[in-house]
């Protein structure tokens, strides 16, 4: 266990502690909001999520420090675009809210070269604080103020969908995977990058991992991993028998003392973050971020030809997801001419061969029935004629009978 990580990873937390306690003394003093009636209100929702002041209304643990400044800093935000005291809020305000966060038209604070917009991912964070203060708001006029009938002015609050484009998505590829494996010097960050290139996990899975969820298989001889359900609208997750980073993972689980209760993996999202910054740009020439190791997955399952349900099922996708399309349709997915062996180079490559020759099979079966049903009705428009000829009958009359035979083909 490295004694620098954990430090690192207290001092993230220490320091993030620090700055919501610096927020919550300007609150106490009704001087974090610009409007002071704000200040009251908020200062009761943080306490019920810190304190558990008002564990029954909504609810059943405590939010971190962490959780409780974004909260803040994100209704510090709303305030400042709706300019109103929370409790005065309408149906209007809320609409105007919705609007300007679909148009484009609030700005982040940041001063930035170019476009200085506030992402996507930081307009549903403003939704989702809004909505759960809310929540809490309303159970709070009932359960406190005895105040009936509070209007949900939120229900129907969201973001308009992105459109999706054929954009090129950024990943990262095995073969630099395989770079940064080998160029780190500490066992453990090997492990790390290894297990999260082959698993796909989100990094809050991979920080959360525990021994636990680890298990040796002495029939098969090797490494399963079950990723934690970080994420709520994620499905179970499926075990994932390790084979690209099995070597490196049983080297390290060699060094980890085996307590269920510990993490495997002992780094702070920090951390691992500026590392693979600092790895990228020495070794690489190119800036990526976690969330590239995600996709480079997603981008090496579809190239080596895995079914589309077994990626969903990799991915922690449910059955029904489209999310896979993101990827499927980009222009930059190219199948390799020769697919060796899938991760430890030990999968033949008949067996990523496989679909295609079904595929072409199918084909030419297809191509054959399509042929036979040409003869057929070739077959049929003579067998018309002659009974023309043998009884008189009209054109028309003839023509309804050569539809019929086809809509019984086509039966």
């Known amino acids: 266990m490295d004694v620098n990580i954990i430090a690192k990873r207290k001092e993230d937390i220490y320091k993030k502690a620090r700055r919501f306690e610096r927020c919550y003394n300007q609150l106490n003093q009704n001087n974090y909001f610009k409007i002071k009636e704000n200040n009251k209100l908020i200062k009761i929702y943080i306490d019920a999520k810190w304190n558990g002041y008002f564990h029954s209304i909504v609810y059943n643990v405590n939010d971190p420090k962490s959780t409780l400044l974004k909260n803040l800093e994100v209704l510090l935000k709303i305030e400042s675009i709706i300019s109103k005291h929370f409790a005065l809020l309408t149906q209007q305000d809320i609409d105007g809210l919705q609007r300007a966060l679909n148009d484009d038209i609030i700005y982040t604070h ?28 309303i159970h709070y006029c009932e359960n406190e103020l005895k105040i009936k009938d509070v ?22 590829k095995k073969e630099e995977v395989d770079i940064i494996v080998q160029k780190v010097g500490s066992q453990q960050m090997k492990a790390f990058f290894s ?11 991979m920080l959360k991992l525990r021994m636990n969820n680890c298990s040796f298989d002495e029939n098969k001889k090797v490494w399963i991993v079950r990723l934690p359900n970080e994420k709520g609208n994620s499905t179970d997750k499926m075990p994932i028998e390790l084979a690209y980073s099995a070597l490196e993972f049983s080297r390290w689980m060699q060094i980890r003392k085996d307590n269920p209760g510990e993490y495997v993996f002992q780094y702070s999202y920090d951390y691992v973050k500026n590392r693979l910054y ?10 990526l971020t976690l969330k590239h190791f995600r996709k480079g997955t997603t981008m090496f399952l579809i190239n080596i030809g895995a079914p589309e349900q077994y990626i969903k099922a990799h991915m922690g996708w449910s059955a029904s997801s489209d999310a896979i399309n993101n990827y499927i349709n980009q222009v930059a ?20 061969k496989e679909n295609d020759e079904l595929r072409l099979k199918q084909k030419i079966q297809e191509e054959q029935m399509k042929k036979l049903i040409d003869e057929i009705a070739e077959m049929k428009r003579e067998q018309i004629k002659v009974f023309e000829q043998m009884n008189n009958i009209d054109i028309g009359t003839s023509r309804n009978m050569l539809r019929a035979v086809f809509e019984e083909m086509k039966q």
């Open 278 to 287: 600092e790895l990228c740009n020495k070794y690489l020439n190119r800036h």
């Open 151 to 172: 209007p949900n002015i939120v229900k129907y609050l969201r973001l308009k969908k992105v459109k999706k484009t054929n954009e090129k998505i950024l990943f990262i």
């Open 333 to 352: 997915i190219k199948r390799p001419d020769v697919v060796s062996a899938a991760l430890k180079n030990q999968v033949p490559v008949e067996v990523f």
């Open 195 to 205: 297990v999260f290139f082959e698993t796909g996990a989100r990094v809050v899975e």
């Open 110 to 137: 940041i001063k930035k070269a170019g476009n200085n917009k506030i992402s996507y991912a930081y307009k549903l964070d403003i939704i989702r604080t809004l909505k759960q203060f809310w929540e809490f708001y």
